[in-house]
C-alpha cells in the first residue's frame, strides 16, 4: 500500500494563469491536493508555447501537470456562477490577476468567502492589494528590473544590463504563495476560520535577493558597493580546463587563496608580493584569476580536476545544459525525472518533485490535461450537475473543450 500524500484532501481552485500562480498550484498538486484549474475561452496563453508533444505544449505541462482542467467563459453571467458555485465548494482558491479584476467579476475575497467562510484565498500580484503601485501590470521582467536585480548583476559581473533567461520573480512567488496557503491551512484547522493571503511579487523579491539587507546597510552607512564577500557567487572564478570543459568554483578566492595554493602544490604563492594577504590578493585578483585558469588548463579530464580541488576541500562544478540531466546518475538514481506521455505523445521527462518524504509520497501524477478536459467530471462531482444540464451550457458557449490536434 502507498504512503499518503501530505495535501489528500485539499481540493483547489486554480484561477491563475502563465506561470507565478501555476507553479504554485503544481507544487500543491504534487503534495497530494485536488487541484481544478479554470481557464479561459482561448485557454491559459501558455497553451500556444513550442514545443509541443502530442498537441500538448511542454512549458503548460510542467506547470499543470496533475491538475483537472476545466474551461469557462467568464464574460457570461451564468461563468460567473459556476465558477463562484466550485469556489464556494473548495479548501483554497488561487488567483494573479490584478488587484479588483476578479471583485468586478463577483469572484474577488469578499464574495466567495461570504458563501464559504473557512476558504484559504490566495492571490498574487506585482505590488499587492494596496499602496499606489497595486494597479500597475508587472510581470517577472519588470520585477527584475524594478527589485535591483538586473542592476546588481550588471555591476557584479562587470558586465551590461541584461535580462534574467529564468523567470525568478514568477517562480519565487509561486514557492512563497505555496508555503503561505499551507500555514493558512494549518491555522484553519485550529481556528476553523479562512483568510485573504495577500503575496506580492515585489516582496518576494526583495526577500529572494540575499543581499538585499546588504545593499540597504551599505547604501546608508556610505560604505564601499565593490567589497568582495566570501558568499558572493559573482566573486567566483569561471575556468575553463584543457578539453574546453566550462567549470565553476564557488567561493571568494581572496578568501580561498590558501586553498587554491594547496590543490596547486604551489605554498610559494602564499609568499608573493601580490597575493600575501587579502588586499593584495584584492589588487591583483585578474593576475589571481590568470594562476588559476593556467592551473586548470592542465587538466583535461573534469573528474580529475574536482579530485585535486577536493583535496583542499574546494568545491567544483561543470556547466551542462539542462538536457543533460537526462543522462546523469542522480537523475536516474534518485528518480527527478517522471515520463507522463502517452501512446499518442511519447515521452514527455518532467521534473518529479524535489519532495522524499519518509511516510508520504508526492510528485507528478497524471497527464497533462487539454483544455476543459475535466469539465463533465468536475461539474457532475462537485455541482451534482447531470448531462442535460452541462450539454446546455456548453451549447451557450459557458463551457469550452479544445482536445489537442
Same mark, same amino acid.
Given at each position: 500500500m502507498s504512503a499518503p500524500r501530505p495535501l489528500a484532501g485539499v481540493r483547489l481552485l486554480d484561477l491563475s494563469?502563465?506561470?507565478?500562480?501555476?507553479? @504554485?498550484?503544481?507544487?500543491?498538486?504534487?503534495? $497530494?491536493?485536488?487541484?481544478?484549474?479554470? =481557464?479561459?475561452?482561448? $485557454?491559459?496563453?501558455?497553451?500556444?508555447?513550442?514545443?509541443?508533444?502530442?498537441g500538448l505544449p511542454v512549458y503548460f505541462a510542467q506547470q499543470n501537470c496533475g491538475k483537472r482542467c476545466v474551461s469557462v467563459d467568464l464574460g457570461l453571467d451564468a461563468g460567473r456562477a459556476l465558477v463562484a458555485d466550485l469556489a464556494a465548494s473548495c479548501d483554497v482558491v488561487l488567483e494573479n490577476f490584478r488587484p479588483g479584476v476578479l471583485d468586478r467579476l463577483g469572484l474577488g !475575497?469578499?464574495?466567495?468567502? +461570504?458563501?464559504? &467562510? %473557512?476558504?484559504? !484565498?490566495?492571490?498574487?500580484?506585482?505590488?499587492?492589494? #494596496? $499602496?499606489? *503601485?497595486?494597479?500597475?501590470?508587472?510581470? +517577472?521582467? /519588470? *520585477?527584475?528590473? =524594478?527589485?535591483?536585480? *538586473?542592476?546588481?548583476?550588471?555591476r557584479k559581473l562587470h558586465a551590461e544590463p541584461r535580462q534574467e533567461a529564468v523567470s525568478h520573480a514568477d517562480l519565487h512567488a509561486g514557492a512563497q504563495a505555496t508555503i503561505g496557503i499551507i500555514a493558512a491551512l494549518y491555522q484553519r484547522e485550529h481556528t476553523g476560520e479562512g483568510q485573504h493571503l495577500d503575496v506580492s511579487m515585489a516582496e518576494? *523579491?526583495?526577500?529572494?535577493?540575499?543581499?538585499?539587507?546588504?545593499?540597504?546597510?551599505?547604501?546608508?552607512?556610505? $560604505? %564601499?558597493?565593490?567589497l568582495l564577500h566570501i558568499f558572493g557567487s559573482f566573486n567566483a572564478p569561471v575556468l575553463r580546463l584543457g578539453d574546453g570543459?566550462?567549470?565553476? /568554483? &564557488?567561493? #571568494? &578566492?581572496? %578568501?580561498?587563496?590558501?586553498?587554491? @595554493?594547496?590543490a596547486m602544490q604551489r605554498p610559494e604563492l602564499l609568499e608573493d608580493e601580490r597575493f600575501s594577504s587579502r588586499a593584495a590578493r584584492h589588487a591583483h585578483r585578474e593576475e589571481m584569476f590568470d594562476v588559476f585558469e593556467e592551473f586548470a588548463s592542465t587538466f583535461s579530464r573534469f573528474d580529475d580536476f574536482e579530485v585535486a580541488l577536493g583535496k583542499a576541500r574546494l568545491a567544483v562544478g561543470q556547466m551542462r545544459a539542462l538536457s543533460d540531466v537526462l543522462d546523469a546518475d542522480w537523475v536516474r538514481e534518485?528518480? +527527478?525525472?517522471?515520463?507522463?506521455? #502517452?501512446?499518442? %505523445?511519447?515521452?514527455l521527462q518532467l521534473p518529479r518533485s524535489p519532495f522524499r518524504f519518509s511516510a508520504a509520497t508526492a510528485g507528478t501524477t497524471g497527464r497533462p490535461a487539454w483544455q476543459g478536459q475535466h469539465n463533465r467530471e468536475v461539474l457532475r462531482e462537485l455541482l451534482d450537475l447531470h448531462d442535460d444540464a452541462i450539454d446546455v451550457l456548453e451549447r451557450d458557449g459557458v463551457l469550452v473543450q479544445r482536445p489537442p490536434s
Open positions: 494563469g502563465v506561470l507565478s500562480g501555476p507553479s @504554485c498550484g503544481k507544487a500543491l498538486a504534487d503534495l $497530494g491536493a485536488d487541484v481544478i484549474k479554470v =481557464e479561459p475561452p482561448e $485557454g491559459d496563453l501558455t497553451r500556444t508555447a513550442q514545443p509541443r508533444v502530442g !475575497y469578499a464574495a466567495i468567502s +461570504a458563501r464559504n &467562510p %473557512s476558504v484559504v !484565498y490566495c492571490s498574487i500580484t506585482g505590488y499587492g492589494q #494596496d $499602496g499606489s *503601485m497595486a494597479g500597475r501590470r508587472a510581470y +517577472a521582467p /519588470v *520585477m527584475h528590473a =524594478e527589485l535591483g536585480l *538586473m542592476e546588481f548583476s550588471a518576494v *523579491m526583495l526577500q529572494a535577493t540575499e543581499w538585499t539587507a546588504v545593499e540597504l546597510a551599505t547604501a546608508t552607512t556610505g $560604505g %564601499s558597493d565593490d570543459t566550462v567549470v565553476h /568554483v &564557488p567561493g #571568494d &578566492p581572496v %578568501s580561498s587563496f590558501p586553498a587554491w @595554493c594547496a534518485r528518480g +527527478a525525472l517522471v515520463d507522463v506521455g #502517452d501512446e499518442h %505523445s511519447g515521452p
